[in-house]
């Protein structure tokens, strides 16, 4: 009845080769085609996503109503300075029209939205970050370019290790926990498990209830003492004391679920027959851990590894609005909070740029980790 | 479906489970004491009152519990009204039209701590000239102090506590200390313990005119969960946001995870440029942070939670989930089943309906019972970051207004914890059962 019925299967394998002398070809060439048209594919997706956030940023053209009502507001504010009064109401009109037009133009206006949001998705994608509307670094720099870099050191500090500390313990409490599989403490930790419910924030404000605010022995928040200490192990050492909390906040809020997926991964690998035989001929427990079933977890460990790297960019909002840290996700809240497109759209194109290189990276280090996975056939892995 | 429901029955072996569903069962049952005792608009109106509402209410204190603490003697808030001890009023008609009065109010005073605040509140009803007052404070030792003197209008508040003059004639200290304190010298110092009494004498100038007063002695403690800056009761926010929570996280969950399945089912049936699409959406979707997009639309154009559920729902829809039922789906396709479905010449809709979508139901129950605690969370996140509806009493708005109050920093650990343990208890509660009914309906967790 339906004959455009095709089974997946074949559909698949016919489509990244056609037929033909073609057939032939080297695996470098096909190698080289596949990777062209993953990059094509990724960098069509991140522009499109890119385009997408610069049409909600602007909300379709509504946040260009907001700024002509406040460059009015500001401008009407401005003139009615001492230096105005004495101009006649003619003159004096025709002042704050000059100066509404001037702001009109330096913030581009009074060119139609679509046309200006395909310059900014043209800017955004070529990485000219251009200026921000509103904001200044703390240096006092226009260049959304500046006020990302100088908020990238703190949010890179706190996330990069937070995140870190979180995969390395849960991976290694995982494989002790698939030793003991059943033990008391397996249980407990799988019990923990759904703690994972609740965001880090959660966590950060019961950690600064405990610590800072019922105990007094570490700060409620902020990346350093403040006035910040002169010395330089002073202040790295103060910058430690305050990294403790939201460390241990993103740290809690995930580590049990982590525990128990990988725990959960690790059990279903060592229930294979191939490790049953290799338990039979009496290799060591060390051994067959290594060969048998770390060896194809590998693939989603380094999937979830990299990708939990990139979240890093993105930062937490509301973790850093509790600890007062001048990480990137503050920045992009406080930039939503003050119409700041340049910067939003920033943060963003970087974030789509990373995402689609570390997915387009996770293709090819699968086929070297896996020798099940082929590059160039288009299998489901992704 | 059979199969499913025997499944289900092994809930009972699971702790966790069983536990899950006994916190889930009580939310449900506070949700509805919720919407029966306090009916929408009314819960609206009230936490949205300003001081018109709760003016008989003390500002931050914590539930009324704490007196259980051991050593802990707080007192709660007394109002005395002079409309209800009619006998305690004196008049005397001087001339014609002036009449003089003497109202005294007296009450017990037997807790440990002072009061929080005191204020007195005089209406008065006349037609040119207003009355004229004094007011005077008798201690339970007879040390009688003049409060005030003048004339009053038809609504006069006396904010006892925030009188300077009298703050300097009681050495300094506040008044609600000063005027309960049984020597101005102890430092720190103690409650003169006894009987009170606030008499209140003065005249009318008018036949018709009348005269009543209303002392507040705000206590140190209010009721099942204390209250907020604005004199808020928290409970009522608590109780509205158990049915607000419940719903959103339950509604979102629903529109978004049927329709992901729906769409994976349909794309891999259909294969082609609908699953391409499909696919594409899904790497697209990746790029846009739903948080960020939430703060967007809340910042630029709507904080209303309809529109969040909406937003949430769609952002989820092409989540990573989609690849999950994709790959399920993928695996049922090729069952004999389908199969035969096809050859009688089943129709394409049917056969996503009726035979693929039904065999993933399994995987999807586990999959959406923990994705409700993660949206009631992301309720409360978007509350905590100042986009939570402007109308609605929820959870996480009692968190902001805390976090926005310092209420850490300052001492007041009831207004964060009471809304936080029933987040916790809603996420712990609903990914507790969902752990389970994963490792029930997933085969290869069976046993783990």
Request: hydrophobic share 45%; charged share 20%; aromatic share 10%.
């Amino acid at each position: 009845m339906s004959r455009d019925y095709v089974p997946p299967e074949t559909l698949q394998q016919e489509a990244p080769e056609s037929p033909g002398p073609k057939r032939k070809e080297t695996d470098l060439w096909r190698l080289a085609r596949y990777a062209a048209l993953r990059l094509l594919a990724l960098f069509l997706a991140a522009v499109v996503g890119v385009y997408l956030m610069i049409l909600i940023a602007n909300m379709g053209g509504y946040v260009d109503e907001i700024r002509r009502a406040e460059i009015t507001m500001n401008v009407a504010e401005m003139t009615r300075g001492p230096e105005f009064a004495e101009l006649p109401e003619e003159q004096r009109r025709e002042r704050r029209d000059a100066l509404i037009a001037q702001e009109v133009e330096r913030l581009g206006l009074d060119q139609p939205f679509v046309l200006r949001s395909i310059y900014s998705l043209r800017d955004a994608l070529t990485l000219d970050l251009g200026r921000s509307e509103n904001m200044t670094s703390d240096a006092g720099s226009r260049h959304v370019r500046h006020i990302i870099l100088e908020r990238l050191p703190p949010s890179l500090f706190l996330f990069l290790s937070a995140q870190l500390i979180m995969f390395f313990l849960a991976l290694f409490i995982a494989l002790a926990l698939s030793r003991q599989y059943g033990s008391t403490l397996d249980k407990i930790m799988v019990a923990l498990a759904p703690t994972s419910a609740a965001p880090s924030w959660f966590y950060g404000i019961f950690l600064i209830l405990i610590f800072a605010a019922l105990l007094g022995v570490l700060p409620f928040g902020r990346m350093v003492a403040a006035p910040p200490p002169g010395e330089t192990w002073a202040y790295a050492l103060s910058v430690l004391r305050h990294l403790v909390l939201p460390v241990s906040a993103i740290v809690l809020g995930g580590l049990f679920l982590s525990i128990y997926n990988w725990r959960t991964y690790f059990l279903i690998y060592s229930s294979e027959d191939y490790v049953e035989m290799a338990k039979a001929k009496g290799l060591s427990g060390r051994k067959i851990e290594r060969r048998y079933i770390l060896r194809p977890t590998l693939p989603p460990i380094i999937t979830s590894f990299m990708l939990s790297i990139i979240t890093v960019w993105m930062g937490q909002i509301v973790l850093e609005e509790i600890f007062n840290w001048p990480g990137l996700g503050r920045l992009l809240y406080q930039a939503i909070g003050l119409y700041d497109t340049p910067v939003i759209i920033g943060l963003v194109v970087i974030y789509a740029y990373l995402l689609g290189v570390t997915v387009f990276l996770l293709d090819f280090i699968y086929a070297l980790v896996d020798p099940r996975v082929k590059v160039g056939s288009e299998g489901g892995q992704t | 479906m059979h199969a499913l429901k025997r499944r289900l029955n092994e809930l009972k072996e699971y702790p966790s489970a069983v536990v899950g569903l006994i916190i889930i069962g009580l939310l449900i049952v506070l949700s509805i004491y919720a919407v029966i005792s306090i009916p929408y608009a009314e819960a609206v109106r009230l936490w949205r009152g300003g001081e018109g509402v709760w003016i008989e209410n003390p500002r931050n204190v914590p539930p009324a519990l704490v007196n259980m603490l051991p050593g802990v003697d707080r007192p709660e808030t007394m109002i005395l009204s002079s409309q209800d001890q009619p006998e305690l009023k004196e008049r005397e008609q001087i001339s014609e039209d002036v009449t003089e009065f003497v109202i005294s109010m007296p009450f017990t005073y037997e807790y440990g701590e002072f009061p929080r605040e005191l204020s007195a509140f005089f209406s008065a009803d006349y037609e040119d000239t207003r009355p004229f007052i004094e007011v005077s404070w008798i201690k339970p030792d007879g040390e009688e102090i003049e409060l005030m003197d003048g004339n009053v209008t038809d609504r006069t508040s006396y904010r006892i506590s925030q009188d300077r003059g009298l703050q300097r004639s009681l050495d300094g200290l506040r008044p609600q200390i000063g005027l309960f304190a049984r020597d101005l010298e102890a430092d720190p110092p103690q409650v003169q313990t006894g009987e009170y009494e606030l008499r209140i004498s003065g005249y009318l100038f008018e036949e018709d005119a009348s005269f009543s007063a209303e002392l507040i002695n705000y206590g140190q403690v209010h009721g099942l969960a204390g209250t907020d800056h604005r004199r808020r009761d928290i409970s009522i926010a608590l109780l509205w946001g158990t049915p607000i929570a419940l719903s959103f996280g339950f509604l979102a969950a629903v529109g978004s995870t049927i329709i992901t399945m729906v769409l994976a089912a349909v794309g891999v049936w259909y294969s082609r440029w609908v699953d391409g699409i499909i696919q594409k959406l899904t790497e697209v979707s990746l790029i846009l942070n739903p948080l960020v997009v939430l703060v967007m639309v809340g910042t630029l154009y709507s904080r209303s939670i309809w529109v969040m559920l909406g937003v949430i729902i769609v952002l989820n829809i092409f989540s990573g989930a989609i690849k999950i039922y994709r790959s399920l789906f993928m695996q049922i396709k090729q069952a004999p089943y389908v199969e035969a479905a096809r050859s009688y010449g089943a129709r394409n809709l049917r056969i996503v309906f009726r035979y693929l979508i039904p065999r993933a139901v399994p995987v999807l129950v586990p999959q959406f019972v923990t994705l409700i605690p993660a949206l009631v969370f992301l309720e409360a996140t978007l509350a905590l970051l100042g986009l939570g509806d402007p109308v609605l009493p929820t959870w996480g708005k009692v968190l902001e207004d805390a976090q926005a109050n310092g209420a850490l920093y300052l001492g007041y650990y009831y207004w964060v914890l009471s809304p936080s343990i029933l987040l916790i208890l809603t996420g712990l509660g609903f990914s507790m059962l969902g752990f389970a009914l994963d490792r029930i309906l997933n085969p290869r967790l069976r046993g783990m």
